[in-house]
């Protein structure tokens, strides 16, 4: 099936500091991808779409100055916290859908903002 | 907005069934999936189901939609302690362009 690979697994983090998450789909490729977030005991929440060669669409109440994204190619797409608080620690998970219907999710990355 | 809601726990003993339940408000769904989550890890796509269609099934697993009732289950016979995890409905809906929609999550337990 489908891989998609996320880097790093977990980071710890200063306030104020920036920190980068990326999602890679490892054997297709993927014009779009998405970032969710989960905090604890929690569903998932879709933050942004990430298409390939344009600009992200962001889901309402997400800062797109706070939560950067760039999807340079079509095996990867970053998203970077920027000037973490600890309010940002949660759980980050990207997805990247090859074509049809599916979706397949990364492994998660767990952020934690001291 | 859209609406998934499922209960929050369930605990059954191994090699009984298990019956995990999810409603949702969207009347335009495409697809509906069930998705399990692992502590610490991502989603793992279970199964899916197009929203014209009643009932599916996949080795253990069988998926019944009631589109009227807006009713989705998911059914997993002789339940193994490996199947201990969250499960997630989600759907997809008409203009959503292919966002999912999860729902709350199921807790299953199961005890030996």
């Known amino acids: 099936g489908a891989v998609v690979s996320q880097h790093p697994s977990r980071v710890i983090c200063k306030s104020g500091t920036s920190v980068k998450i990326e999602c890679r789909s490892l054997d297709f490729q993927a014009t779009t991808m998405f970032w969710y977030r989960q905090f604890p005991k929690k569903s998932l929440m879709l933050m942004a779409t990430?298409?390939?060669?344009?600009?992200?669409?962001?889901e309402q109440g997400v800062e797109k100055d706070k939560f950067l994204i760039n999807h340079a190619s079509l095996t990867l797409s970053t998203l970077t916290v920027t000037s973490a608080h600890p309010e940002d620690s949660s759980f980050y998970i990207c997805s990247a859908r090859p074509g049809g219907n599916e979706q397949f999710f990364g492994p998660g990355t767990r952020l934690t903002v001291l | 907005g859209e609406d998934v809601e499922q209960s929050l726990f369930l605990s059954v003993r191994e090699g009984d069934s298990s019956v995990i339940n999810c409603t949702y408000t969207?009347?335009?769904?495409?697809?509906l999936y069930w998705y399990k989550q692992e502590p610490g890890a991502g989603l793992q796509l279970l199964t899916y189901?197009?929203?014209?269609?009643d009932m599916k099934q996949d080795q253990r697993l069988t998926v019944l939609l009631n589109k009227k009732d807006k009713h989705l289950s998911l059914r997993i016979a002789d339940t193994q302690t490996g199947d201990s995890a969250i499960y997630f409905c989600?759907?997809?809906?008409?203009?959503?362009?292919?966002?999912?929609?999860f729902g709350t999550g199921t807790q299953l337990k199961v005890e030996l």
């Open positions: 969207d009347s335009s769904s495409t697809y």
């Open positions: 189901i197009f929203s014209n269609m």
């Open positions: 989600a759907e997809t809906y008409t203009g959503g362009g292919n966002k999912l929609t």
């Open positions: 990430s298409n390939e060669g344009s600009k992200a669409t962001y």
